[in-house]
Structure formats: C-alpha cells, structure tokens
C-alpha cells in the first residue's frame, strides 16, 4: 500500500536528532518561551527572510494576529480566496471582520488578481492572499492593486515554507505572513504551532505579548492578549527540521516533475509559473470522475486525499455569513484529487502511481 502520508516515515529519518533534543529539552527543565523557542524563530526568520518572526500555538491563531496586528476600522471587509482552508475565513470571523470572497484562477488555484478589484468598497482596508498547496500567488498583479488601494496585505503561508515567487521568498511580500507548523506541513511539527511574520520591532514586541496573555514582563499586563505560544519542546524539533528543509522541498519537486512529464493529459495538473518556485505540500489533479477514480486508486493499493471537499460558501456554519455562488471554487472542489507526494515517497512509489493513474 502506498499511503498518501505517513508521519511515522516522514519524521523516521531525523529520529536520532529528535531523541537528543527532547534530552537537551527534558534535563533543561525549562517547557515555556525557552531559549528553543528563541533560537528558533531567528533561524526561521533568517531562513525565509523575514524581518522578525514570533511563534504561536497554531496556524489559525497565526492569522487572527495578523489581522490584529493591523489594526483595521471595525466592520472591516477582508478580501480571501473562495476556495481556500476553513481556517483563513474562519480568523477573519474571529477577528470581527468581514470575509470577502473572490474566486481562484482555475489553473493556478490561488486568488484570480483580474477580480480582486471588482469587490473593493470603502470599506475595504486588507487582502489575505493564500498561497494555496505551496504555490505561488501572482505577487506582480497583488502589489500593484494593494499599492494603488492602500490595502493592509497578509500572506496566508501555512503550505508554503521555501517557496519563492521570482527569487523572493513568499511571506516578505505583505505587511504580515502566517505560517502553520501542522505535522503534515513540508516544515511540520510534531504537535501544533504556528508563527508570524512581521516587519518591525515593535510589532514583534506586541506580537510577543498578544501570545502571552498581553504580557510582556511576569504578572504585568498591558494589552488584552491570548495563551498561544510556540511550544518549548515543539521549537526544539523543528529546529531539527528546519536544517532539512531545502531537501524535503526539492524532493516534492523532483516527484511534482516526474507527476507533470509522466501523467497523461486527461489529468489536469496544476500550471507551473515561470521564475516561480512552488514546494508542492500538495499536488494535486483534477478528473471530472474524481471519486471513482479516487476508488479505483484504492483498490490498487494507492491512497489519496481531498483537499478539500466542501467549499467554504457552502459549509454549514458559513450559511449566511458567506453570500454568493462561486462556481469556479465549486468546480475546484468537485473534481481536485491530492496524490502522494511526501519526501519518504520513492521515485518507484511515483512511477507506480502514475503509471496506475494512466491504466484507469
């Protein structure tokens, strides 16, 4: 059986280091905003040029600091792609703002920039971009529109650790990025945490209260603030992690090519973008008999995923709320198919996948 991931085979290789930090971790007898947890967010910060980055307990919170962080007028519209994670839409509820929803490119599946203008009010003031499956967004068209508009601009990079946009990393392009540690994440945790980009100082000097219940100095509170930090014990293996990082990224790549030369064209893959470096922590096709080949995967023993089933629009919670039908994110969902693409994945899992996929 080729599983679609395995967190067992994924983290086996960095065992040993894992072992020695937990040691170093555990006879440290410091758990909370330790030195781990420091060291960690410089080197992440270094690693994906960013200016400061401060962890949190999770991607989710990651952005509802983010659109904490910038302060918008009360009633906000907050411009999101249609077909992105619950959880992007669901921090700008919680944020106390307004979702905007604005449909994907179908080919790239990240926000179309060609109708990010048609939705713009007043009472727009942000743009939550989403570099959907570690693809790059269209940052030239983004810039110019956030530019002319005065939009405050969040990059969602949950999925899209080392991924780049013409040599610039994405997460240096907007006021803030949110980044998820989630394990299935191509730079994943074991646990849950998350973390934030920001540009200045001071705001990573707010950020570091926010996440510690608006405290910056023991039993002295200055801002009304959240129990969200970035686990000691977590920051000591993703450390580990970090170091592997580029080969973890350029192994989905290599399998991402071998999917795109061997697949035929009755599956739709996702476009590649010139000078654009996506990380592929999902490839996905579309087939429009998606779940009878989904079946027909299985029983030849290759598992598969849905990213993700349902639209946004249409989740029960969002009724109401999220007004508008949005047939291309509809179609997107409908008809996507993730393949195994993990970095403990063979070339001969790959082979194997794609020459099944061409039989069906």
């Not at 603030?225 to 990082?245: A, M």
């Amino acid at each position: 059986m080729i599983e679609y991931e395995n967190l067992f085979k994924a983290n086996e290789p960095l065992m040993e280091e894992f072992r020695s930090e937990f040691d170093k971790f555990l006879h440290s007898g410091w758990f909370i905003l330790g030195e781990s947890t420091k060291s960690f967010e410089s080197e992440f910060a270094k690693y994906h040029d960013l200016n400061h980055f401060v962890g949190s307990a999770s991607g989710l919170d990651s952005l509802i600091f983010s659109l904490i962080l910038s302060e918008l007028p009360k009633g906000s519209e907050v411009i999101v792609p249609s077909n992105t994670y619950f959880a992007t839409i669901l921090a700008i509820l919680r944020a106390g703002y307004v979702p905007i929803l604005v449909e994907p490119d179908i080919h790239s599946y990240n926000i179309d920039p060609t109708k990010i203008e048609e939705v713009i009010t007043d009472k727009t003031k942000a743009l939550m971009i989403v570099h959907l499956y570690g693809n790059p967004c269209e940052m030239d068209s983004i810039m110019k529109i956030v530019e002319k508009r005065n939009l405050t601009l969040i990059e969602d990079c949950a999925q899209a650790h080392g991924a780049s946009y013409k040599d610039k990393k994405v997460g240096t392009f907007g006021n803030y990025s949110a980044f998820s540690f989630y394990p299935t994440k191509n730079l994943g945790a074991l646990g849950d945490g998350g973390g934030v980009g920001v540009r200045s100082k001071e705001e990573a000097d707010t950020l570091r209260m926010i996440r510690n219940y608006g405290s910056a100095k023991k039993y002295e509170f200055d801002v009304i603030g959240y129990n969200s930090r970035l686990d000691e014990i977590q920051s000591c293996f993703l450390r580990v992690k970090l170091k592997y990082l580029d080969k973890i990224n350029e192994i989905k790549r290599d399998h991402a090519e071998r999917y795109f030369s061997g697949l035929k064209k009755t599956f739709i893959c996702p476009q590649k973008q010139e000078g654009v470096s996506p990380v592929y922590h999902i490839f996905n096709i579309r087939h429009p008999e998606r779940d009878r080949l989904r079946e027909f995967l299985l029983n030849k023993g290759i598992k598969t995923e849905v990213h993700y089933p349902i639209s946004p629009h249409r989740q029960k919670v969002f009724a109401g709320v999220l007004k508008g039908e949005y047939p291309i994110c509809d179609e997107i969902h409908k008809t996507t198919l993730s393949l195994p693409i993990s970095w403990y994945h063979s070339k001969e899992d790959i082979e194997f996948v794609i020459q099944t996929l061409n039989n069906f």
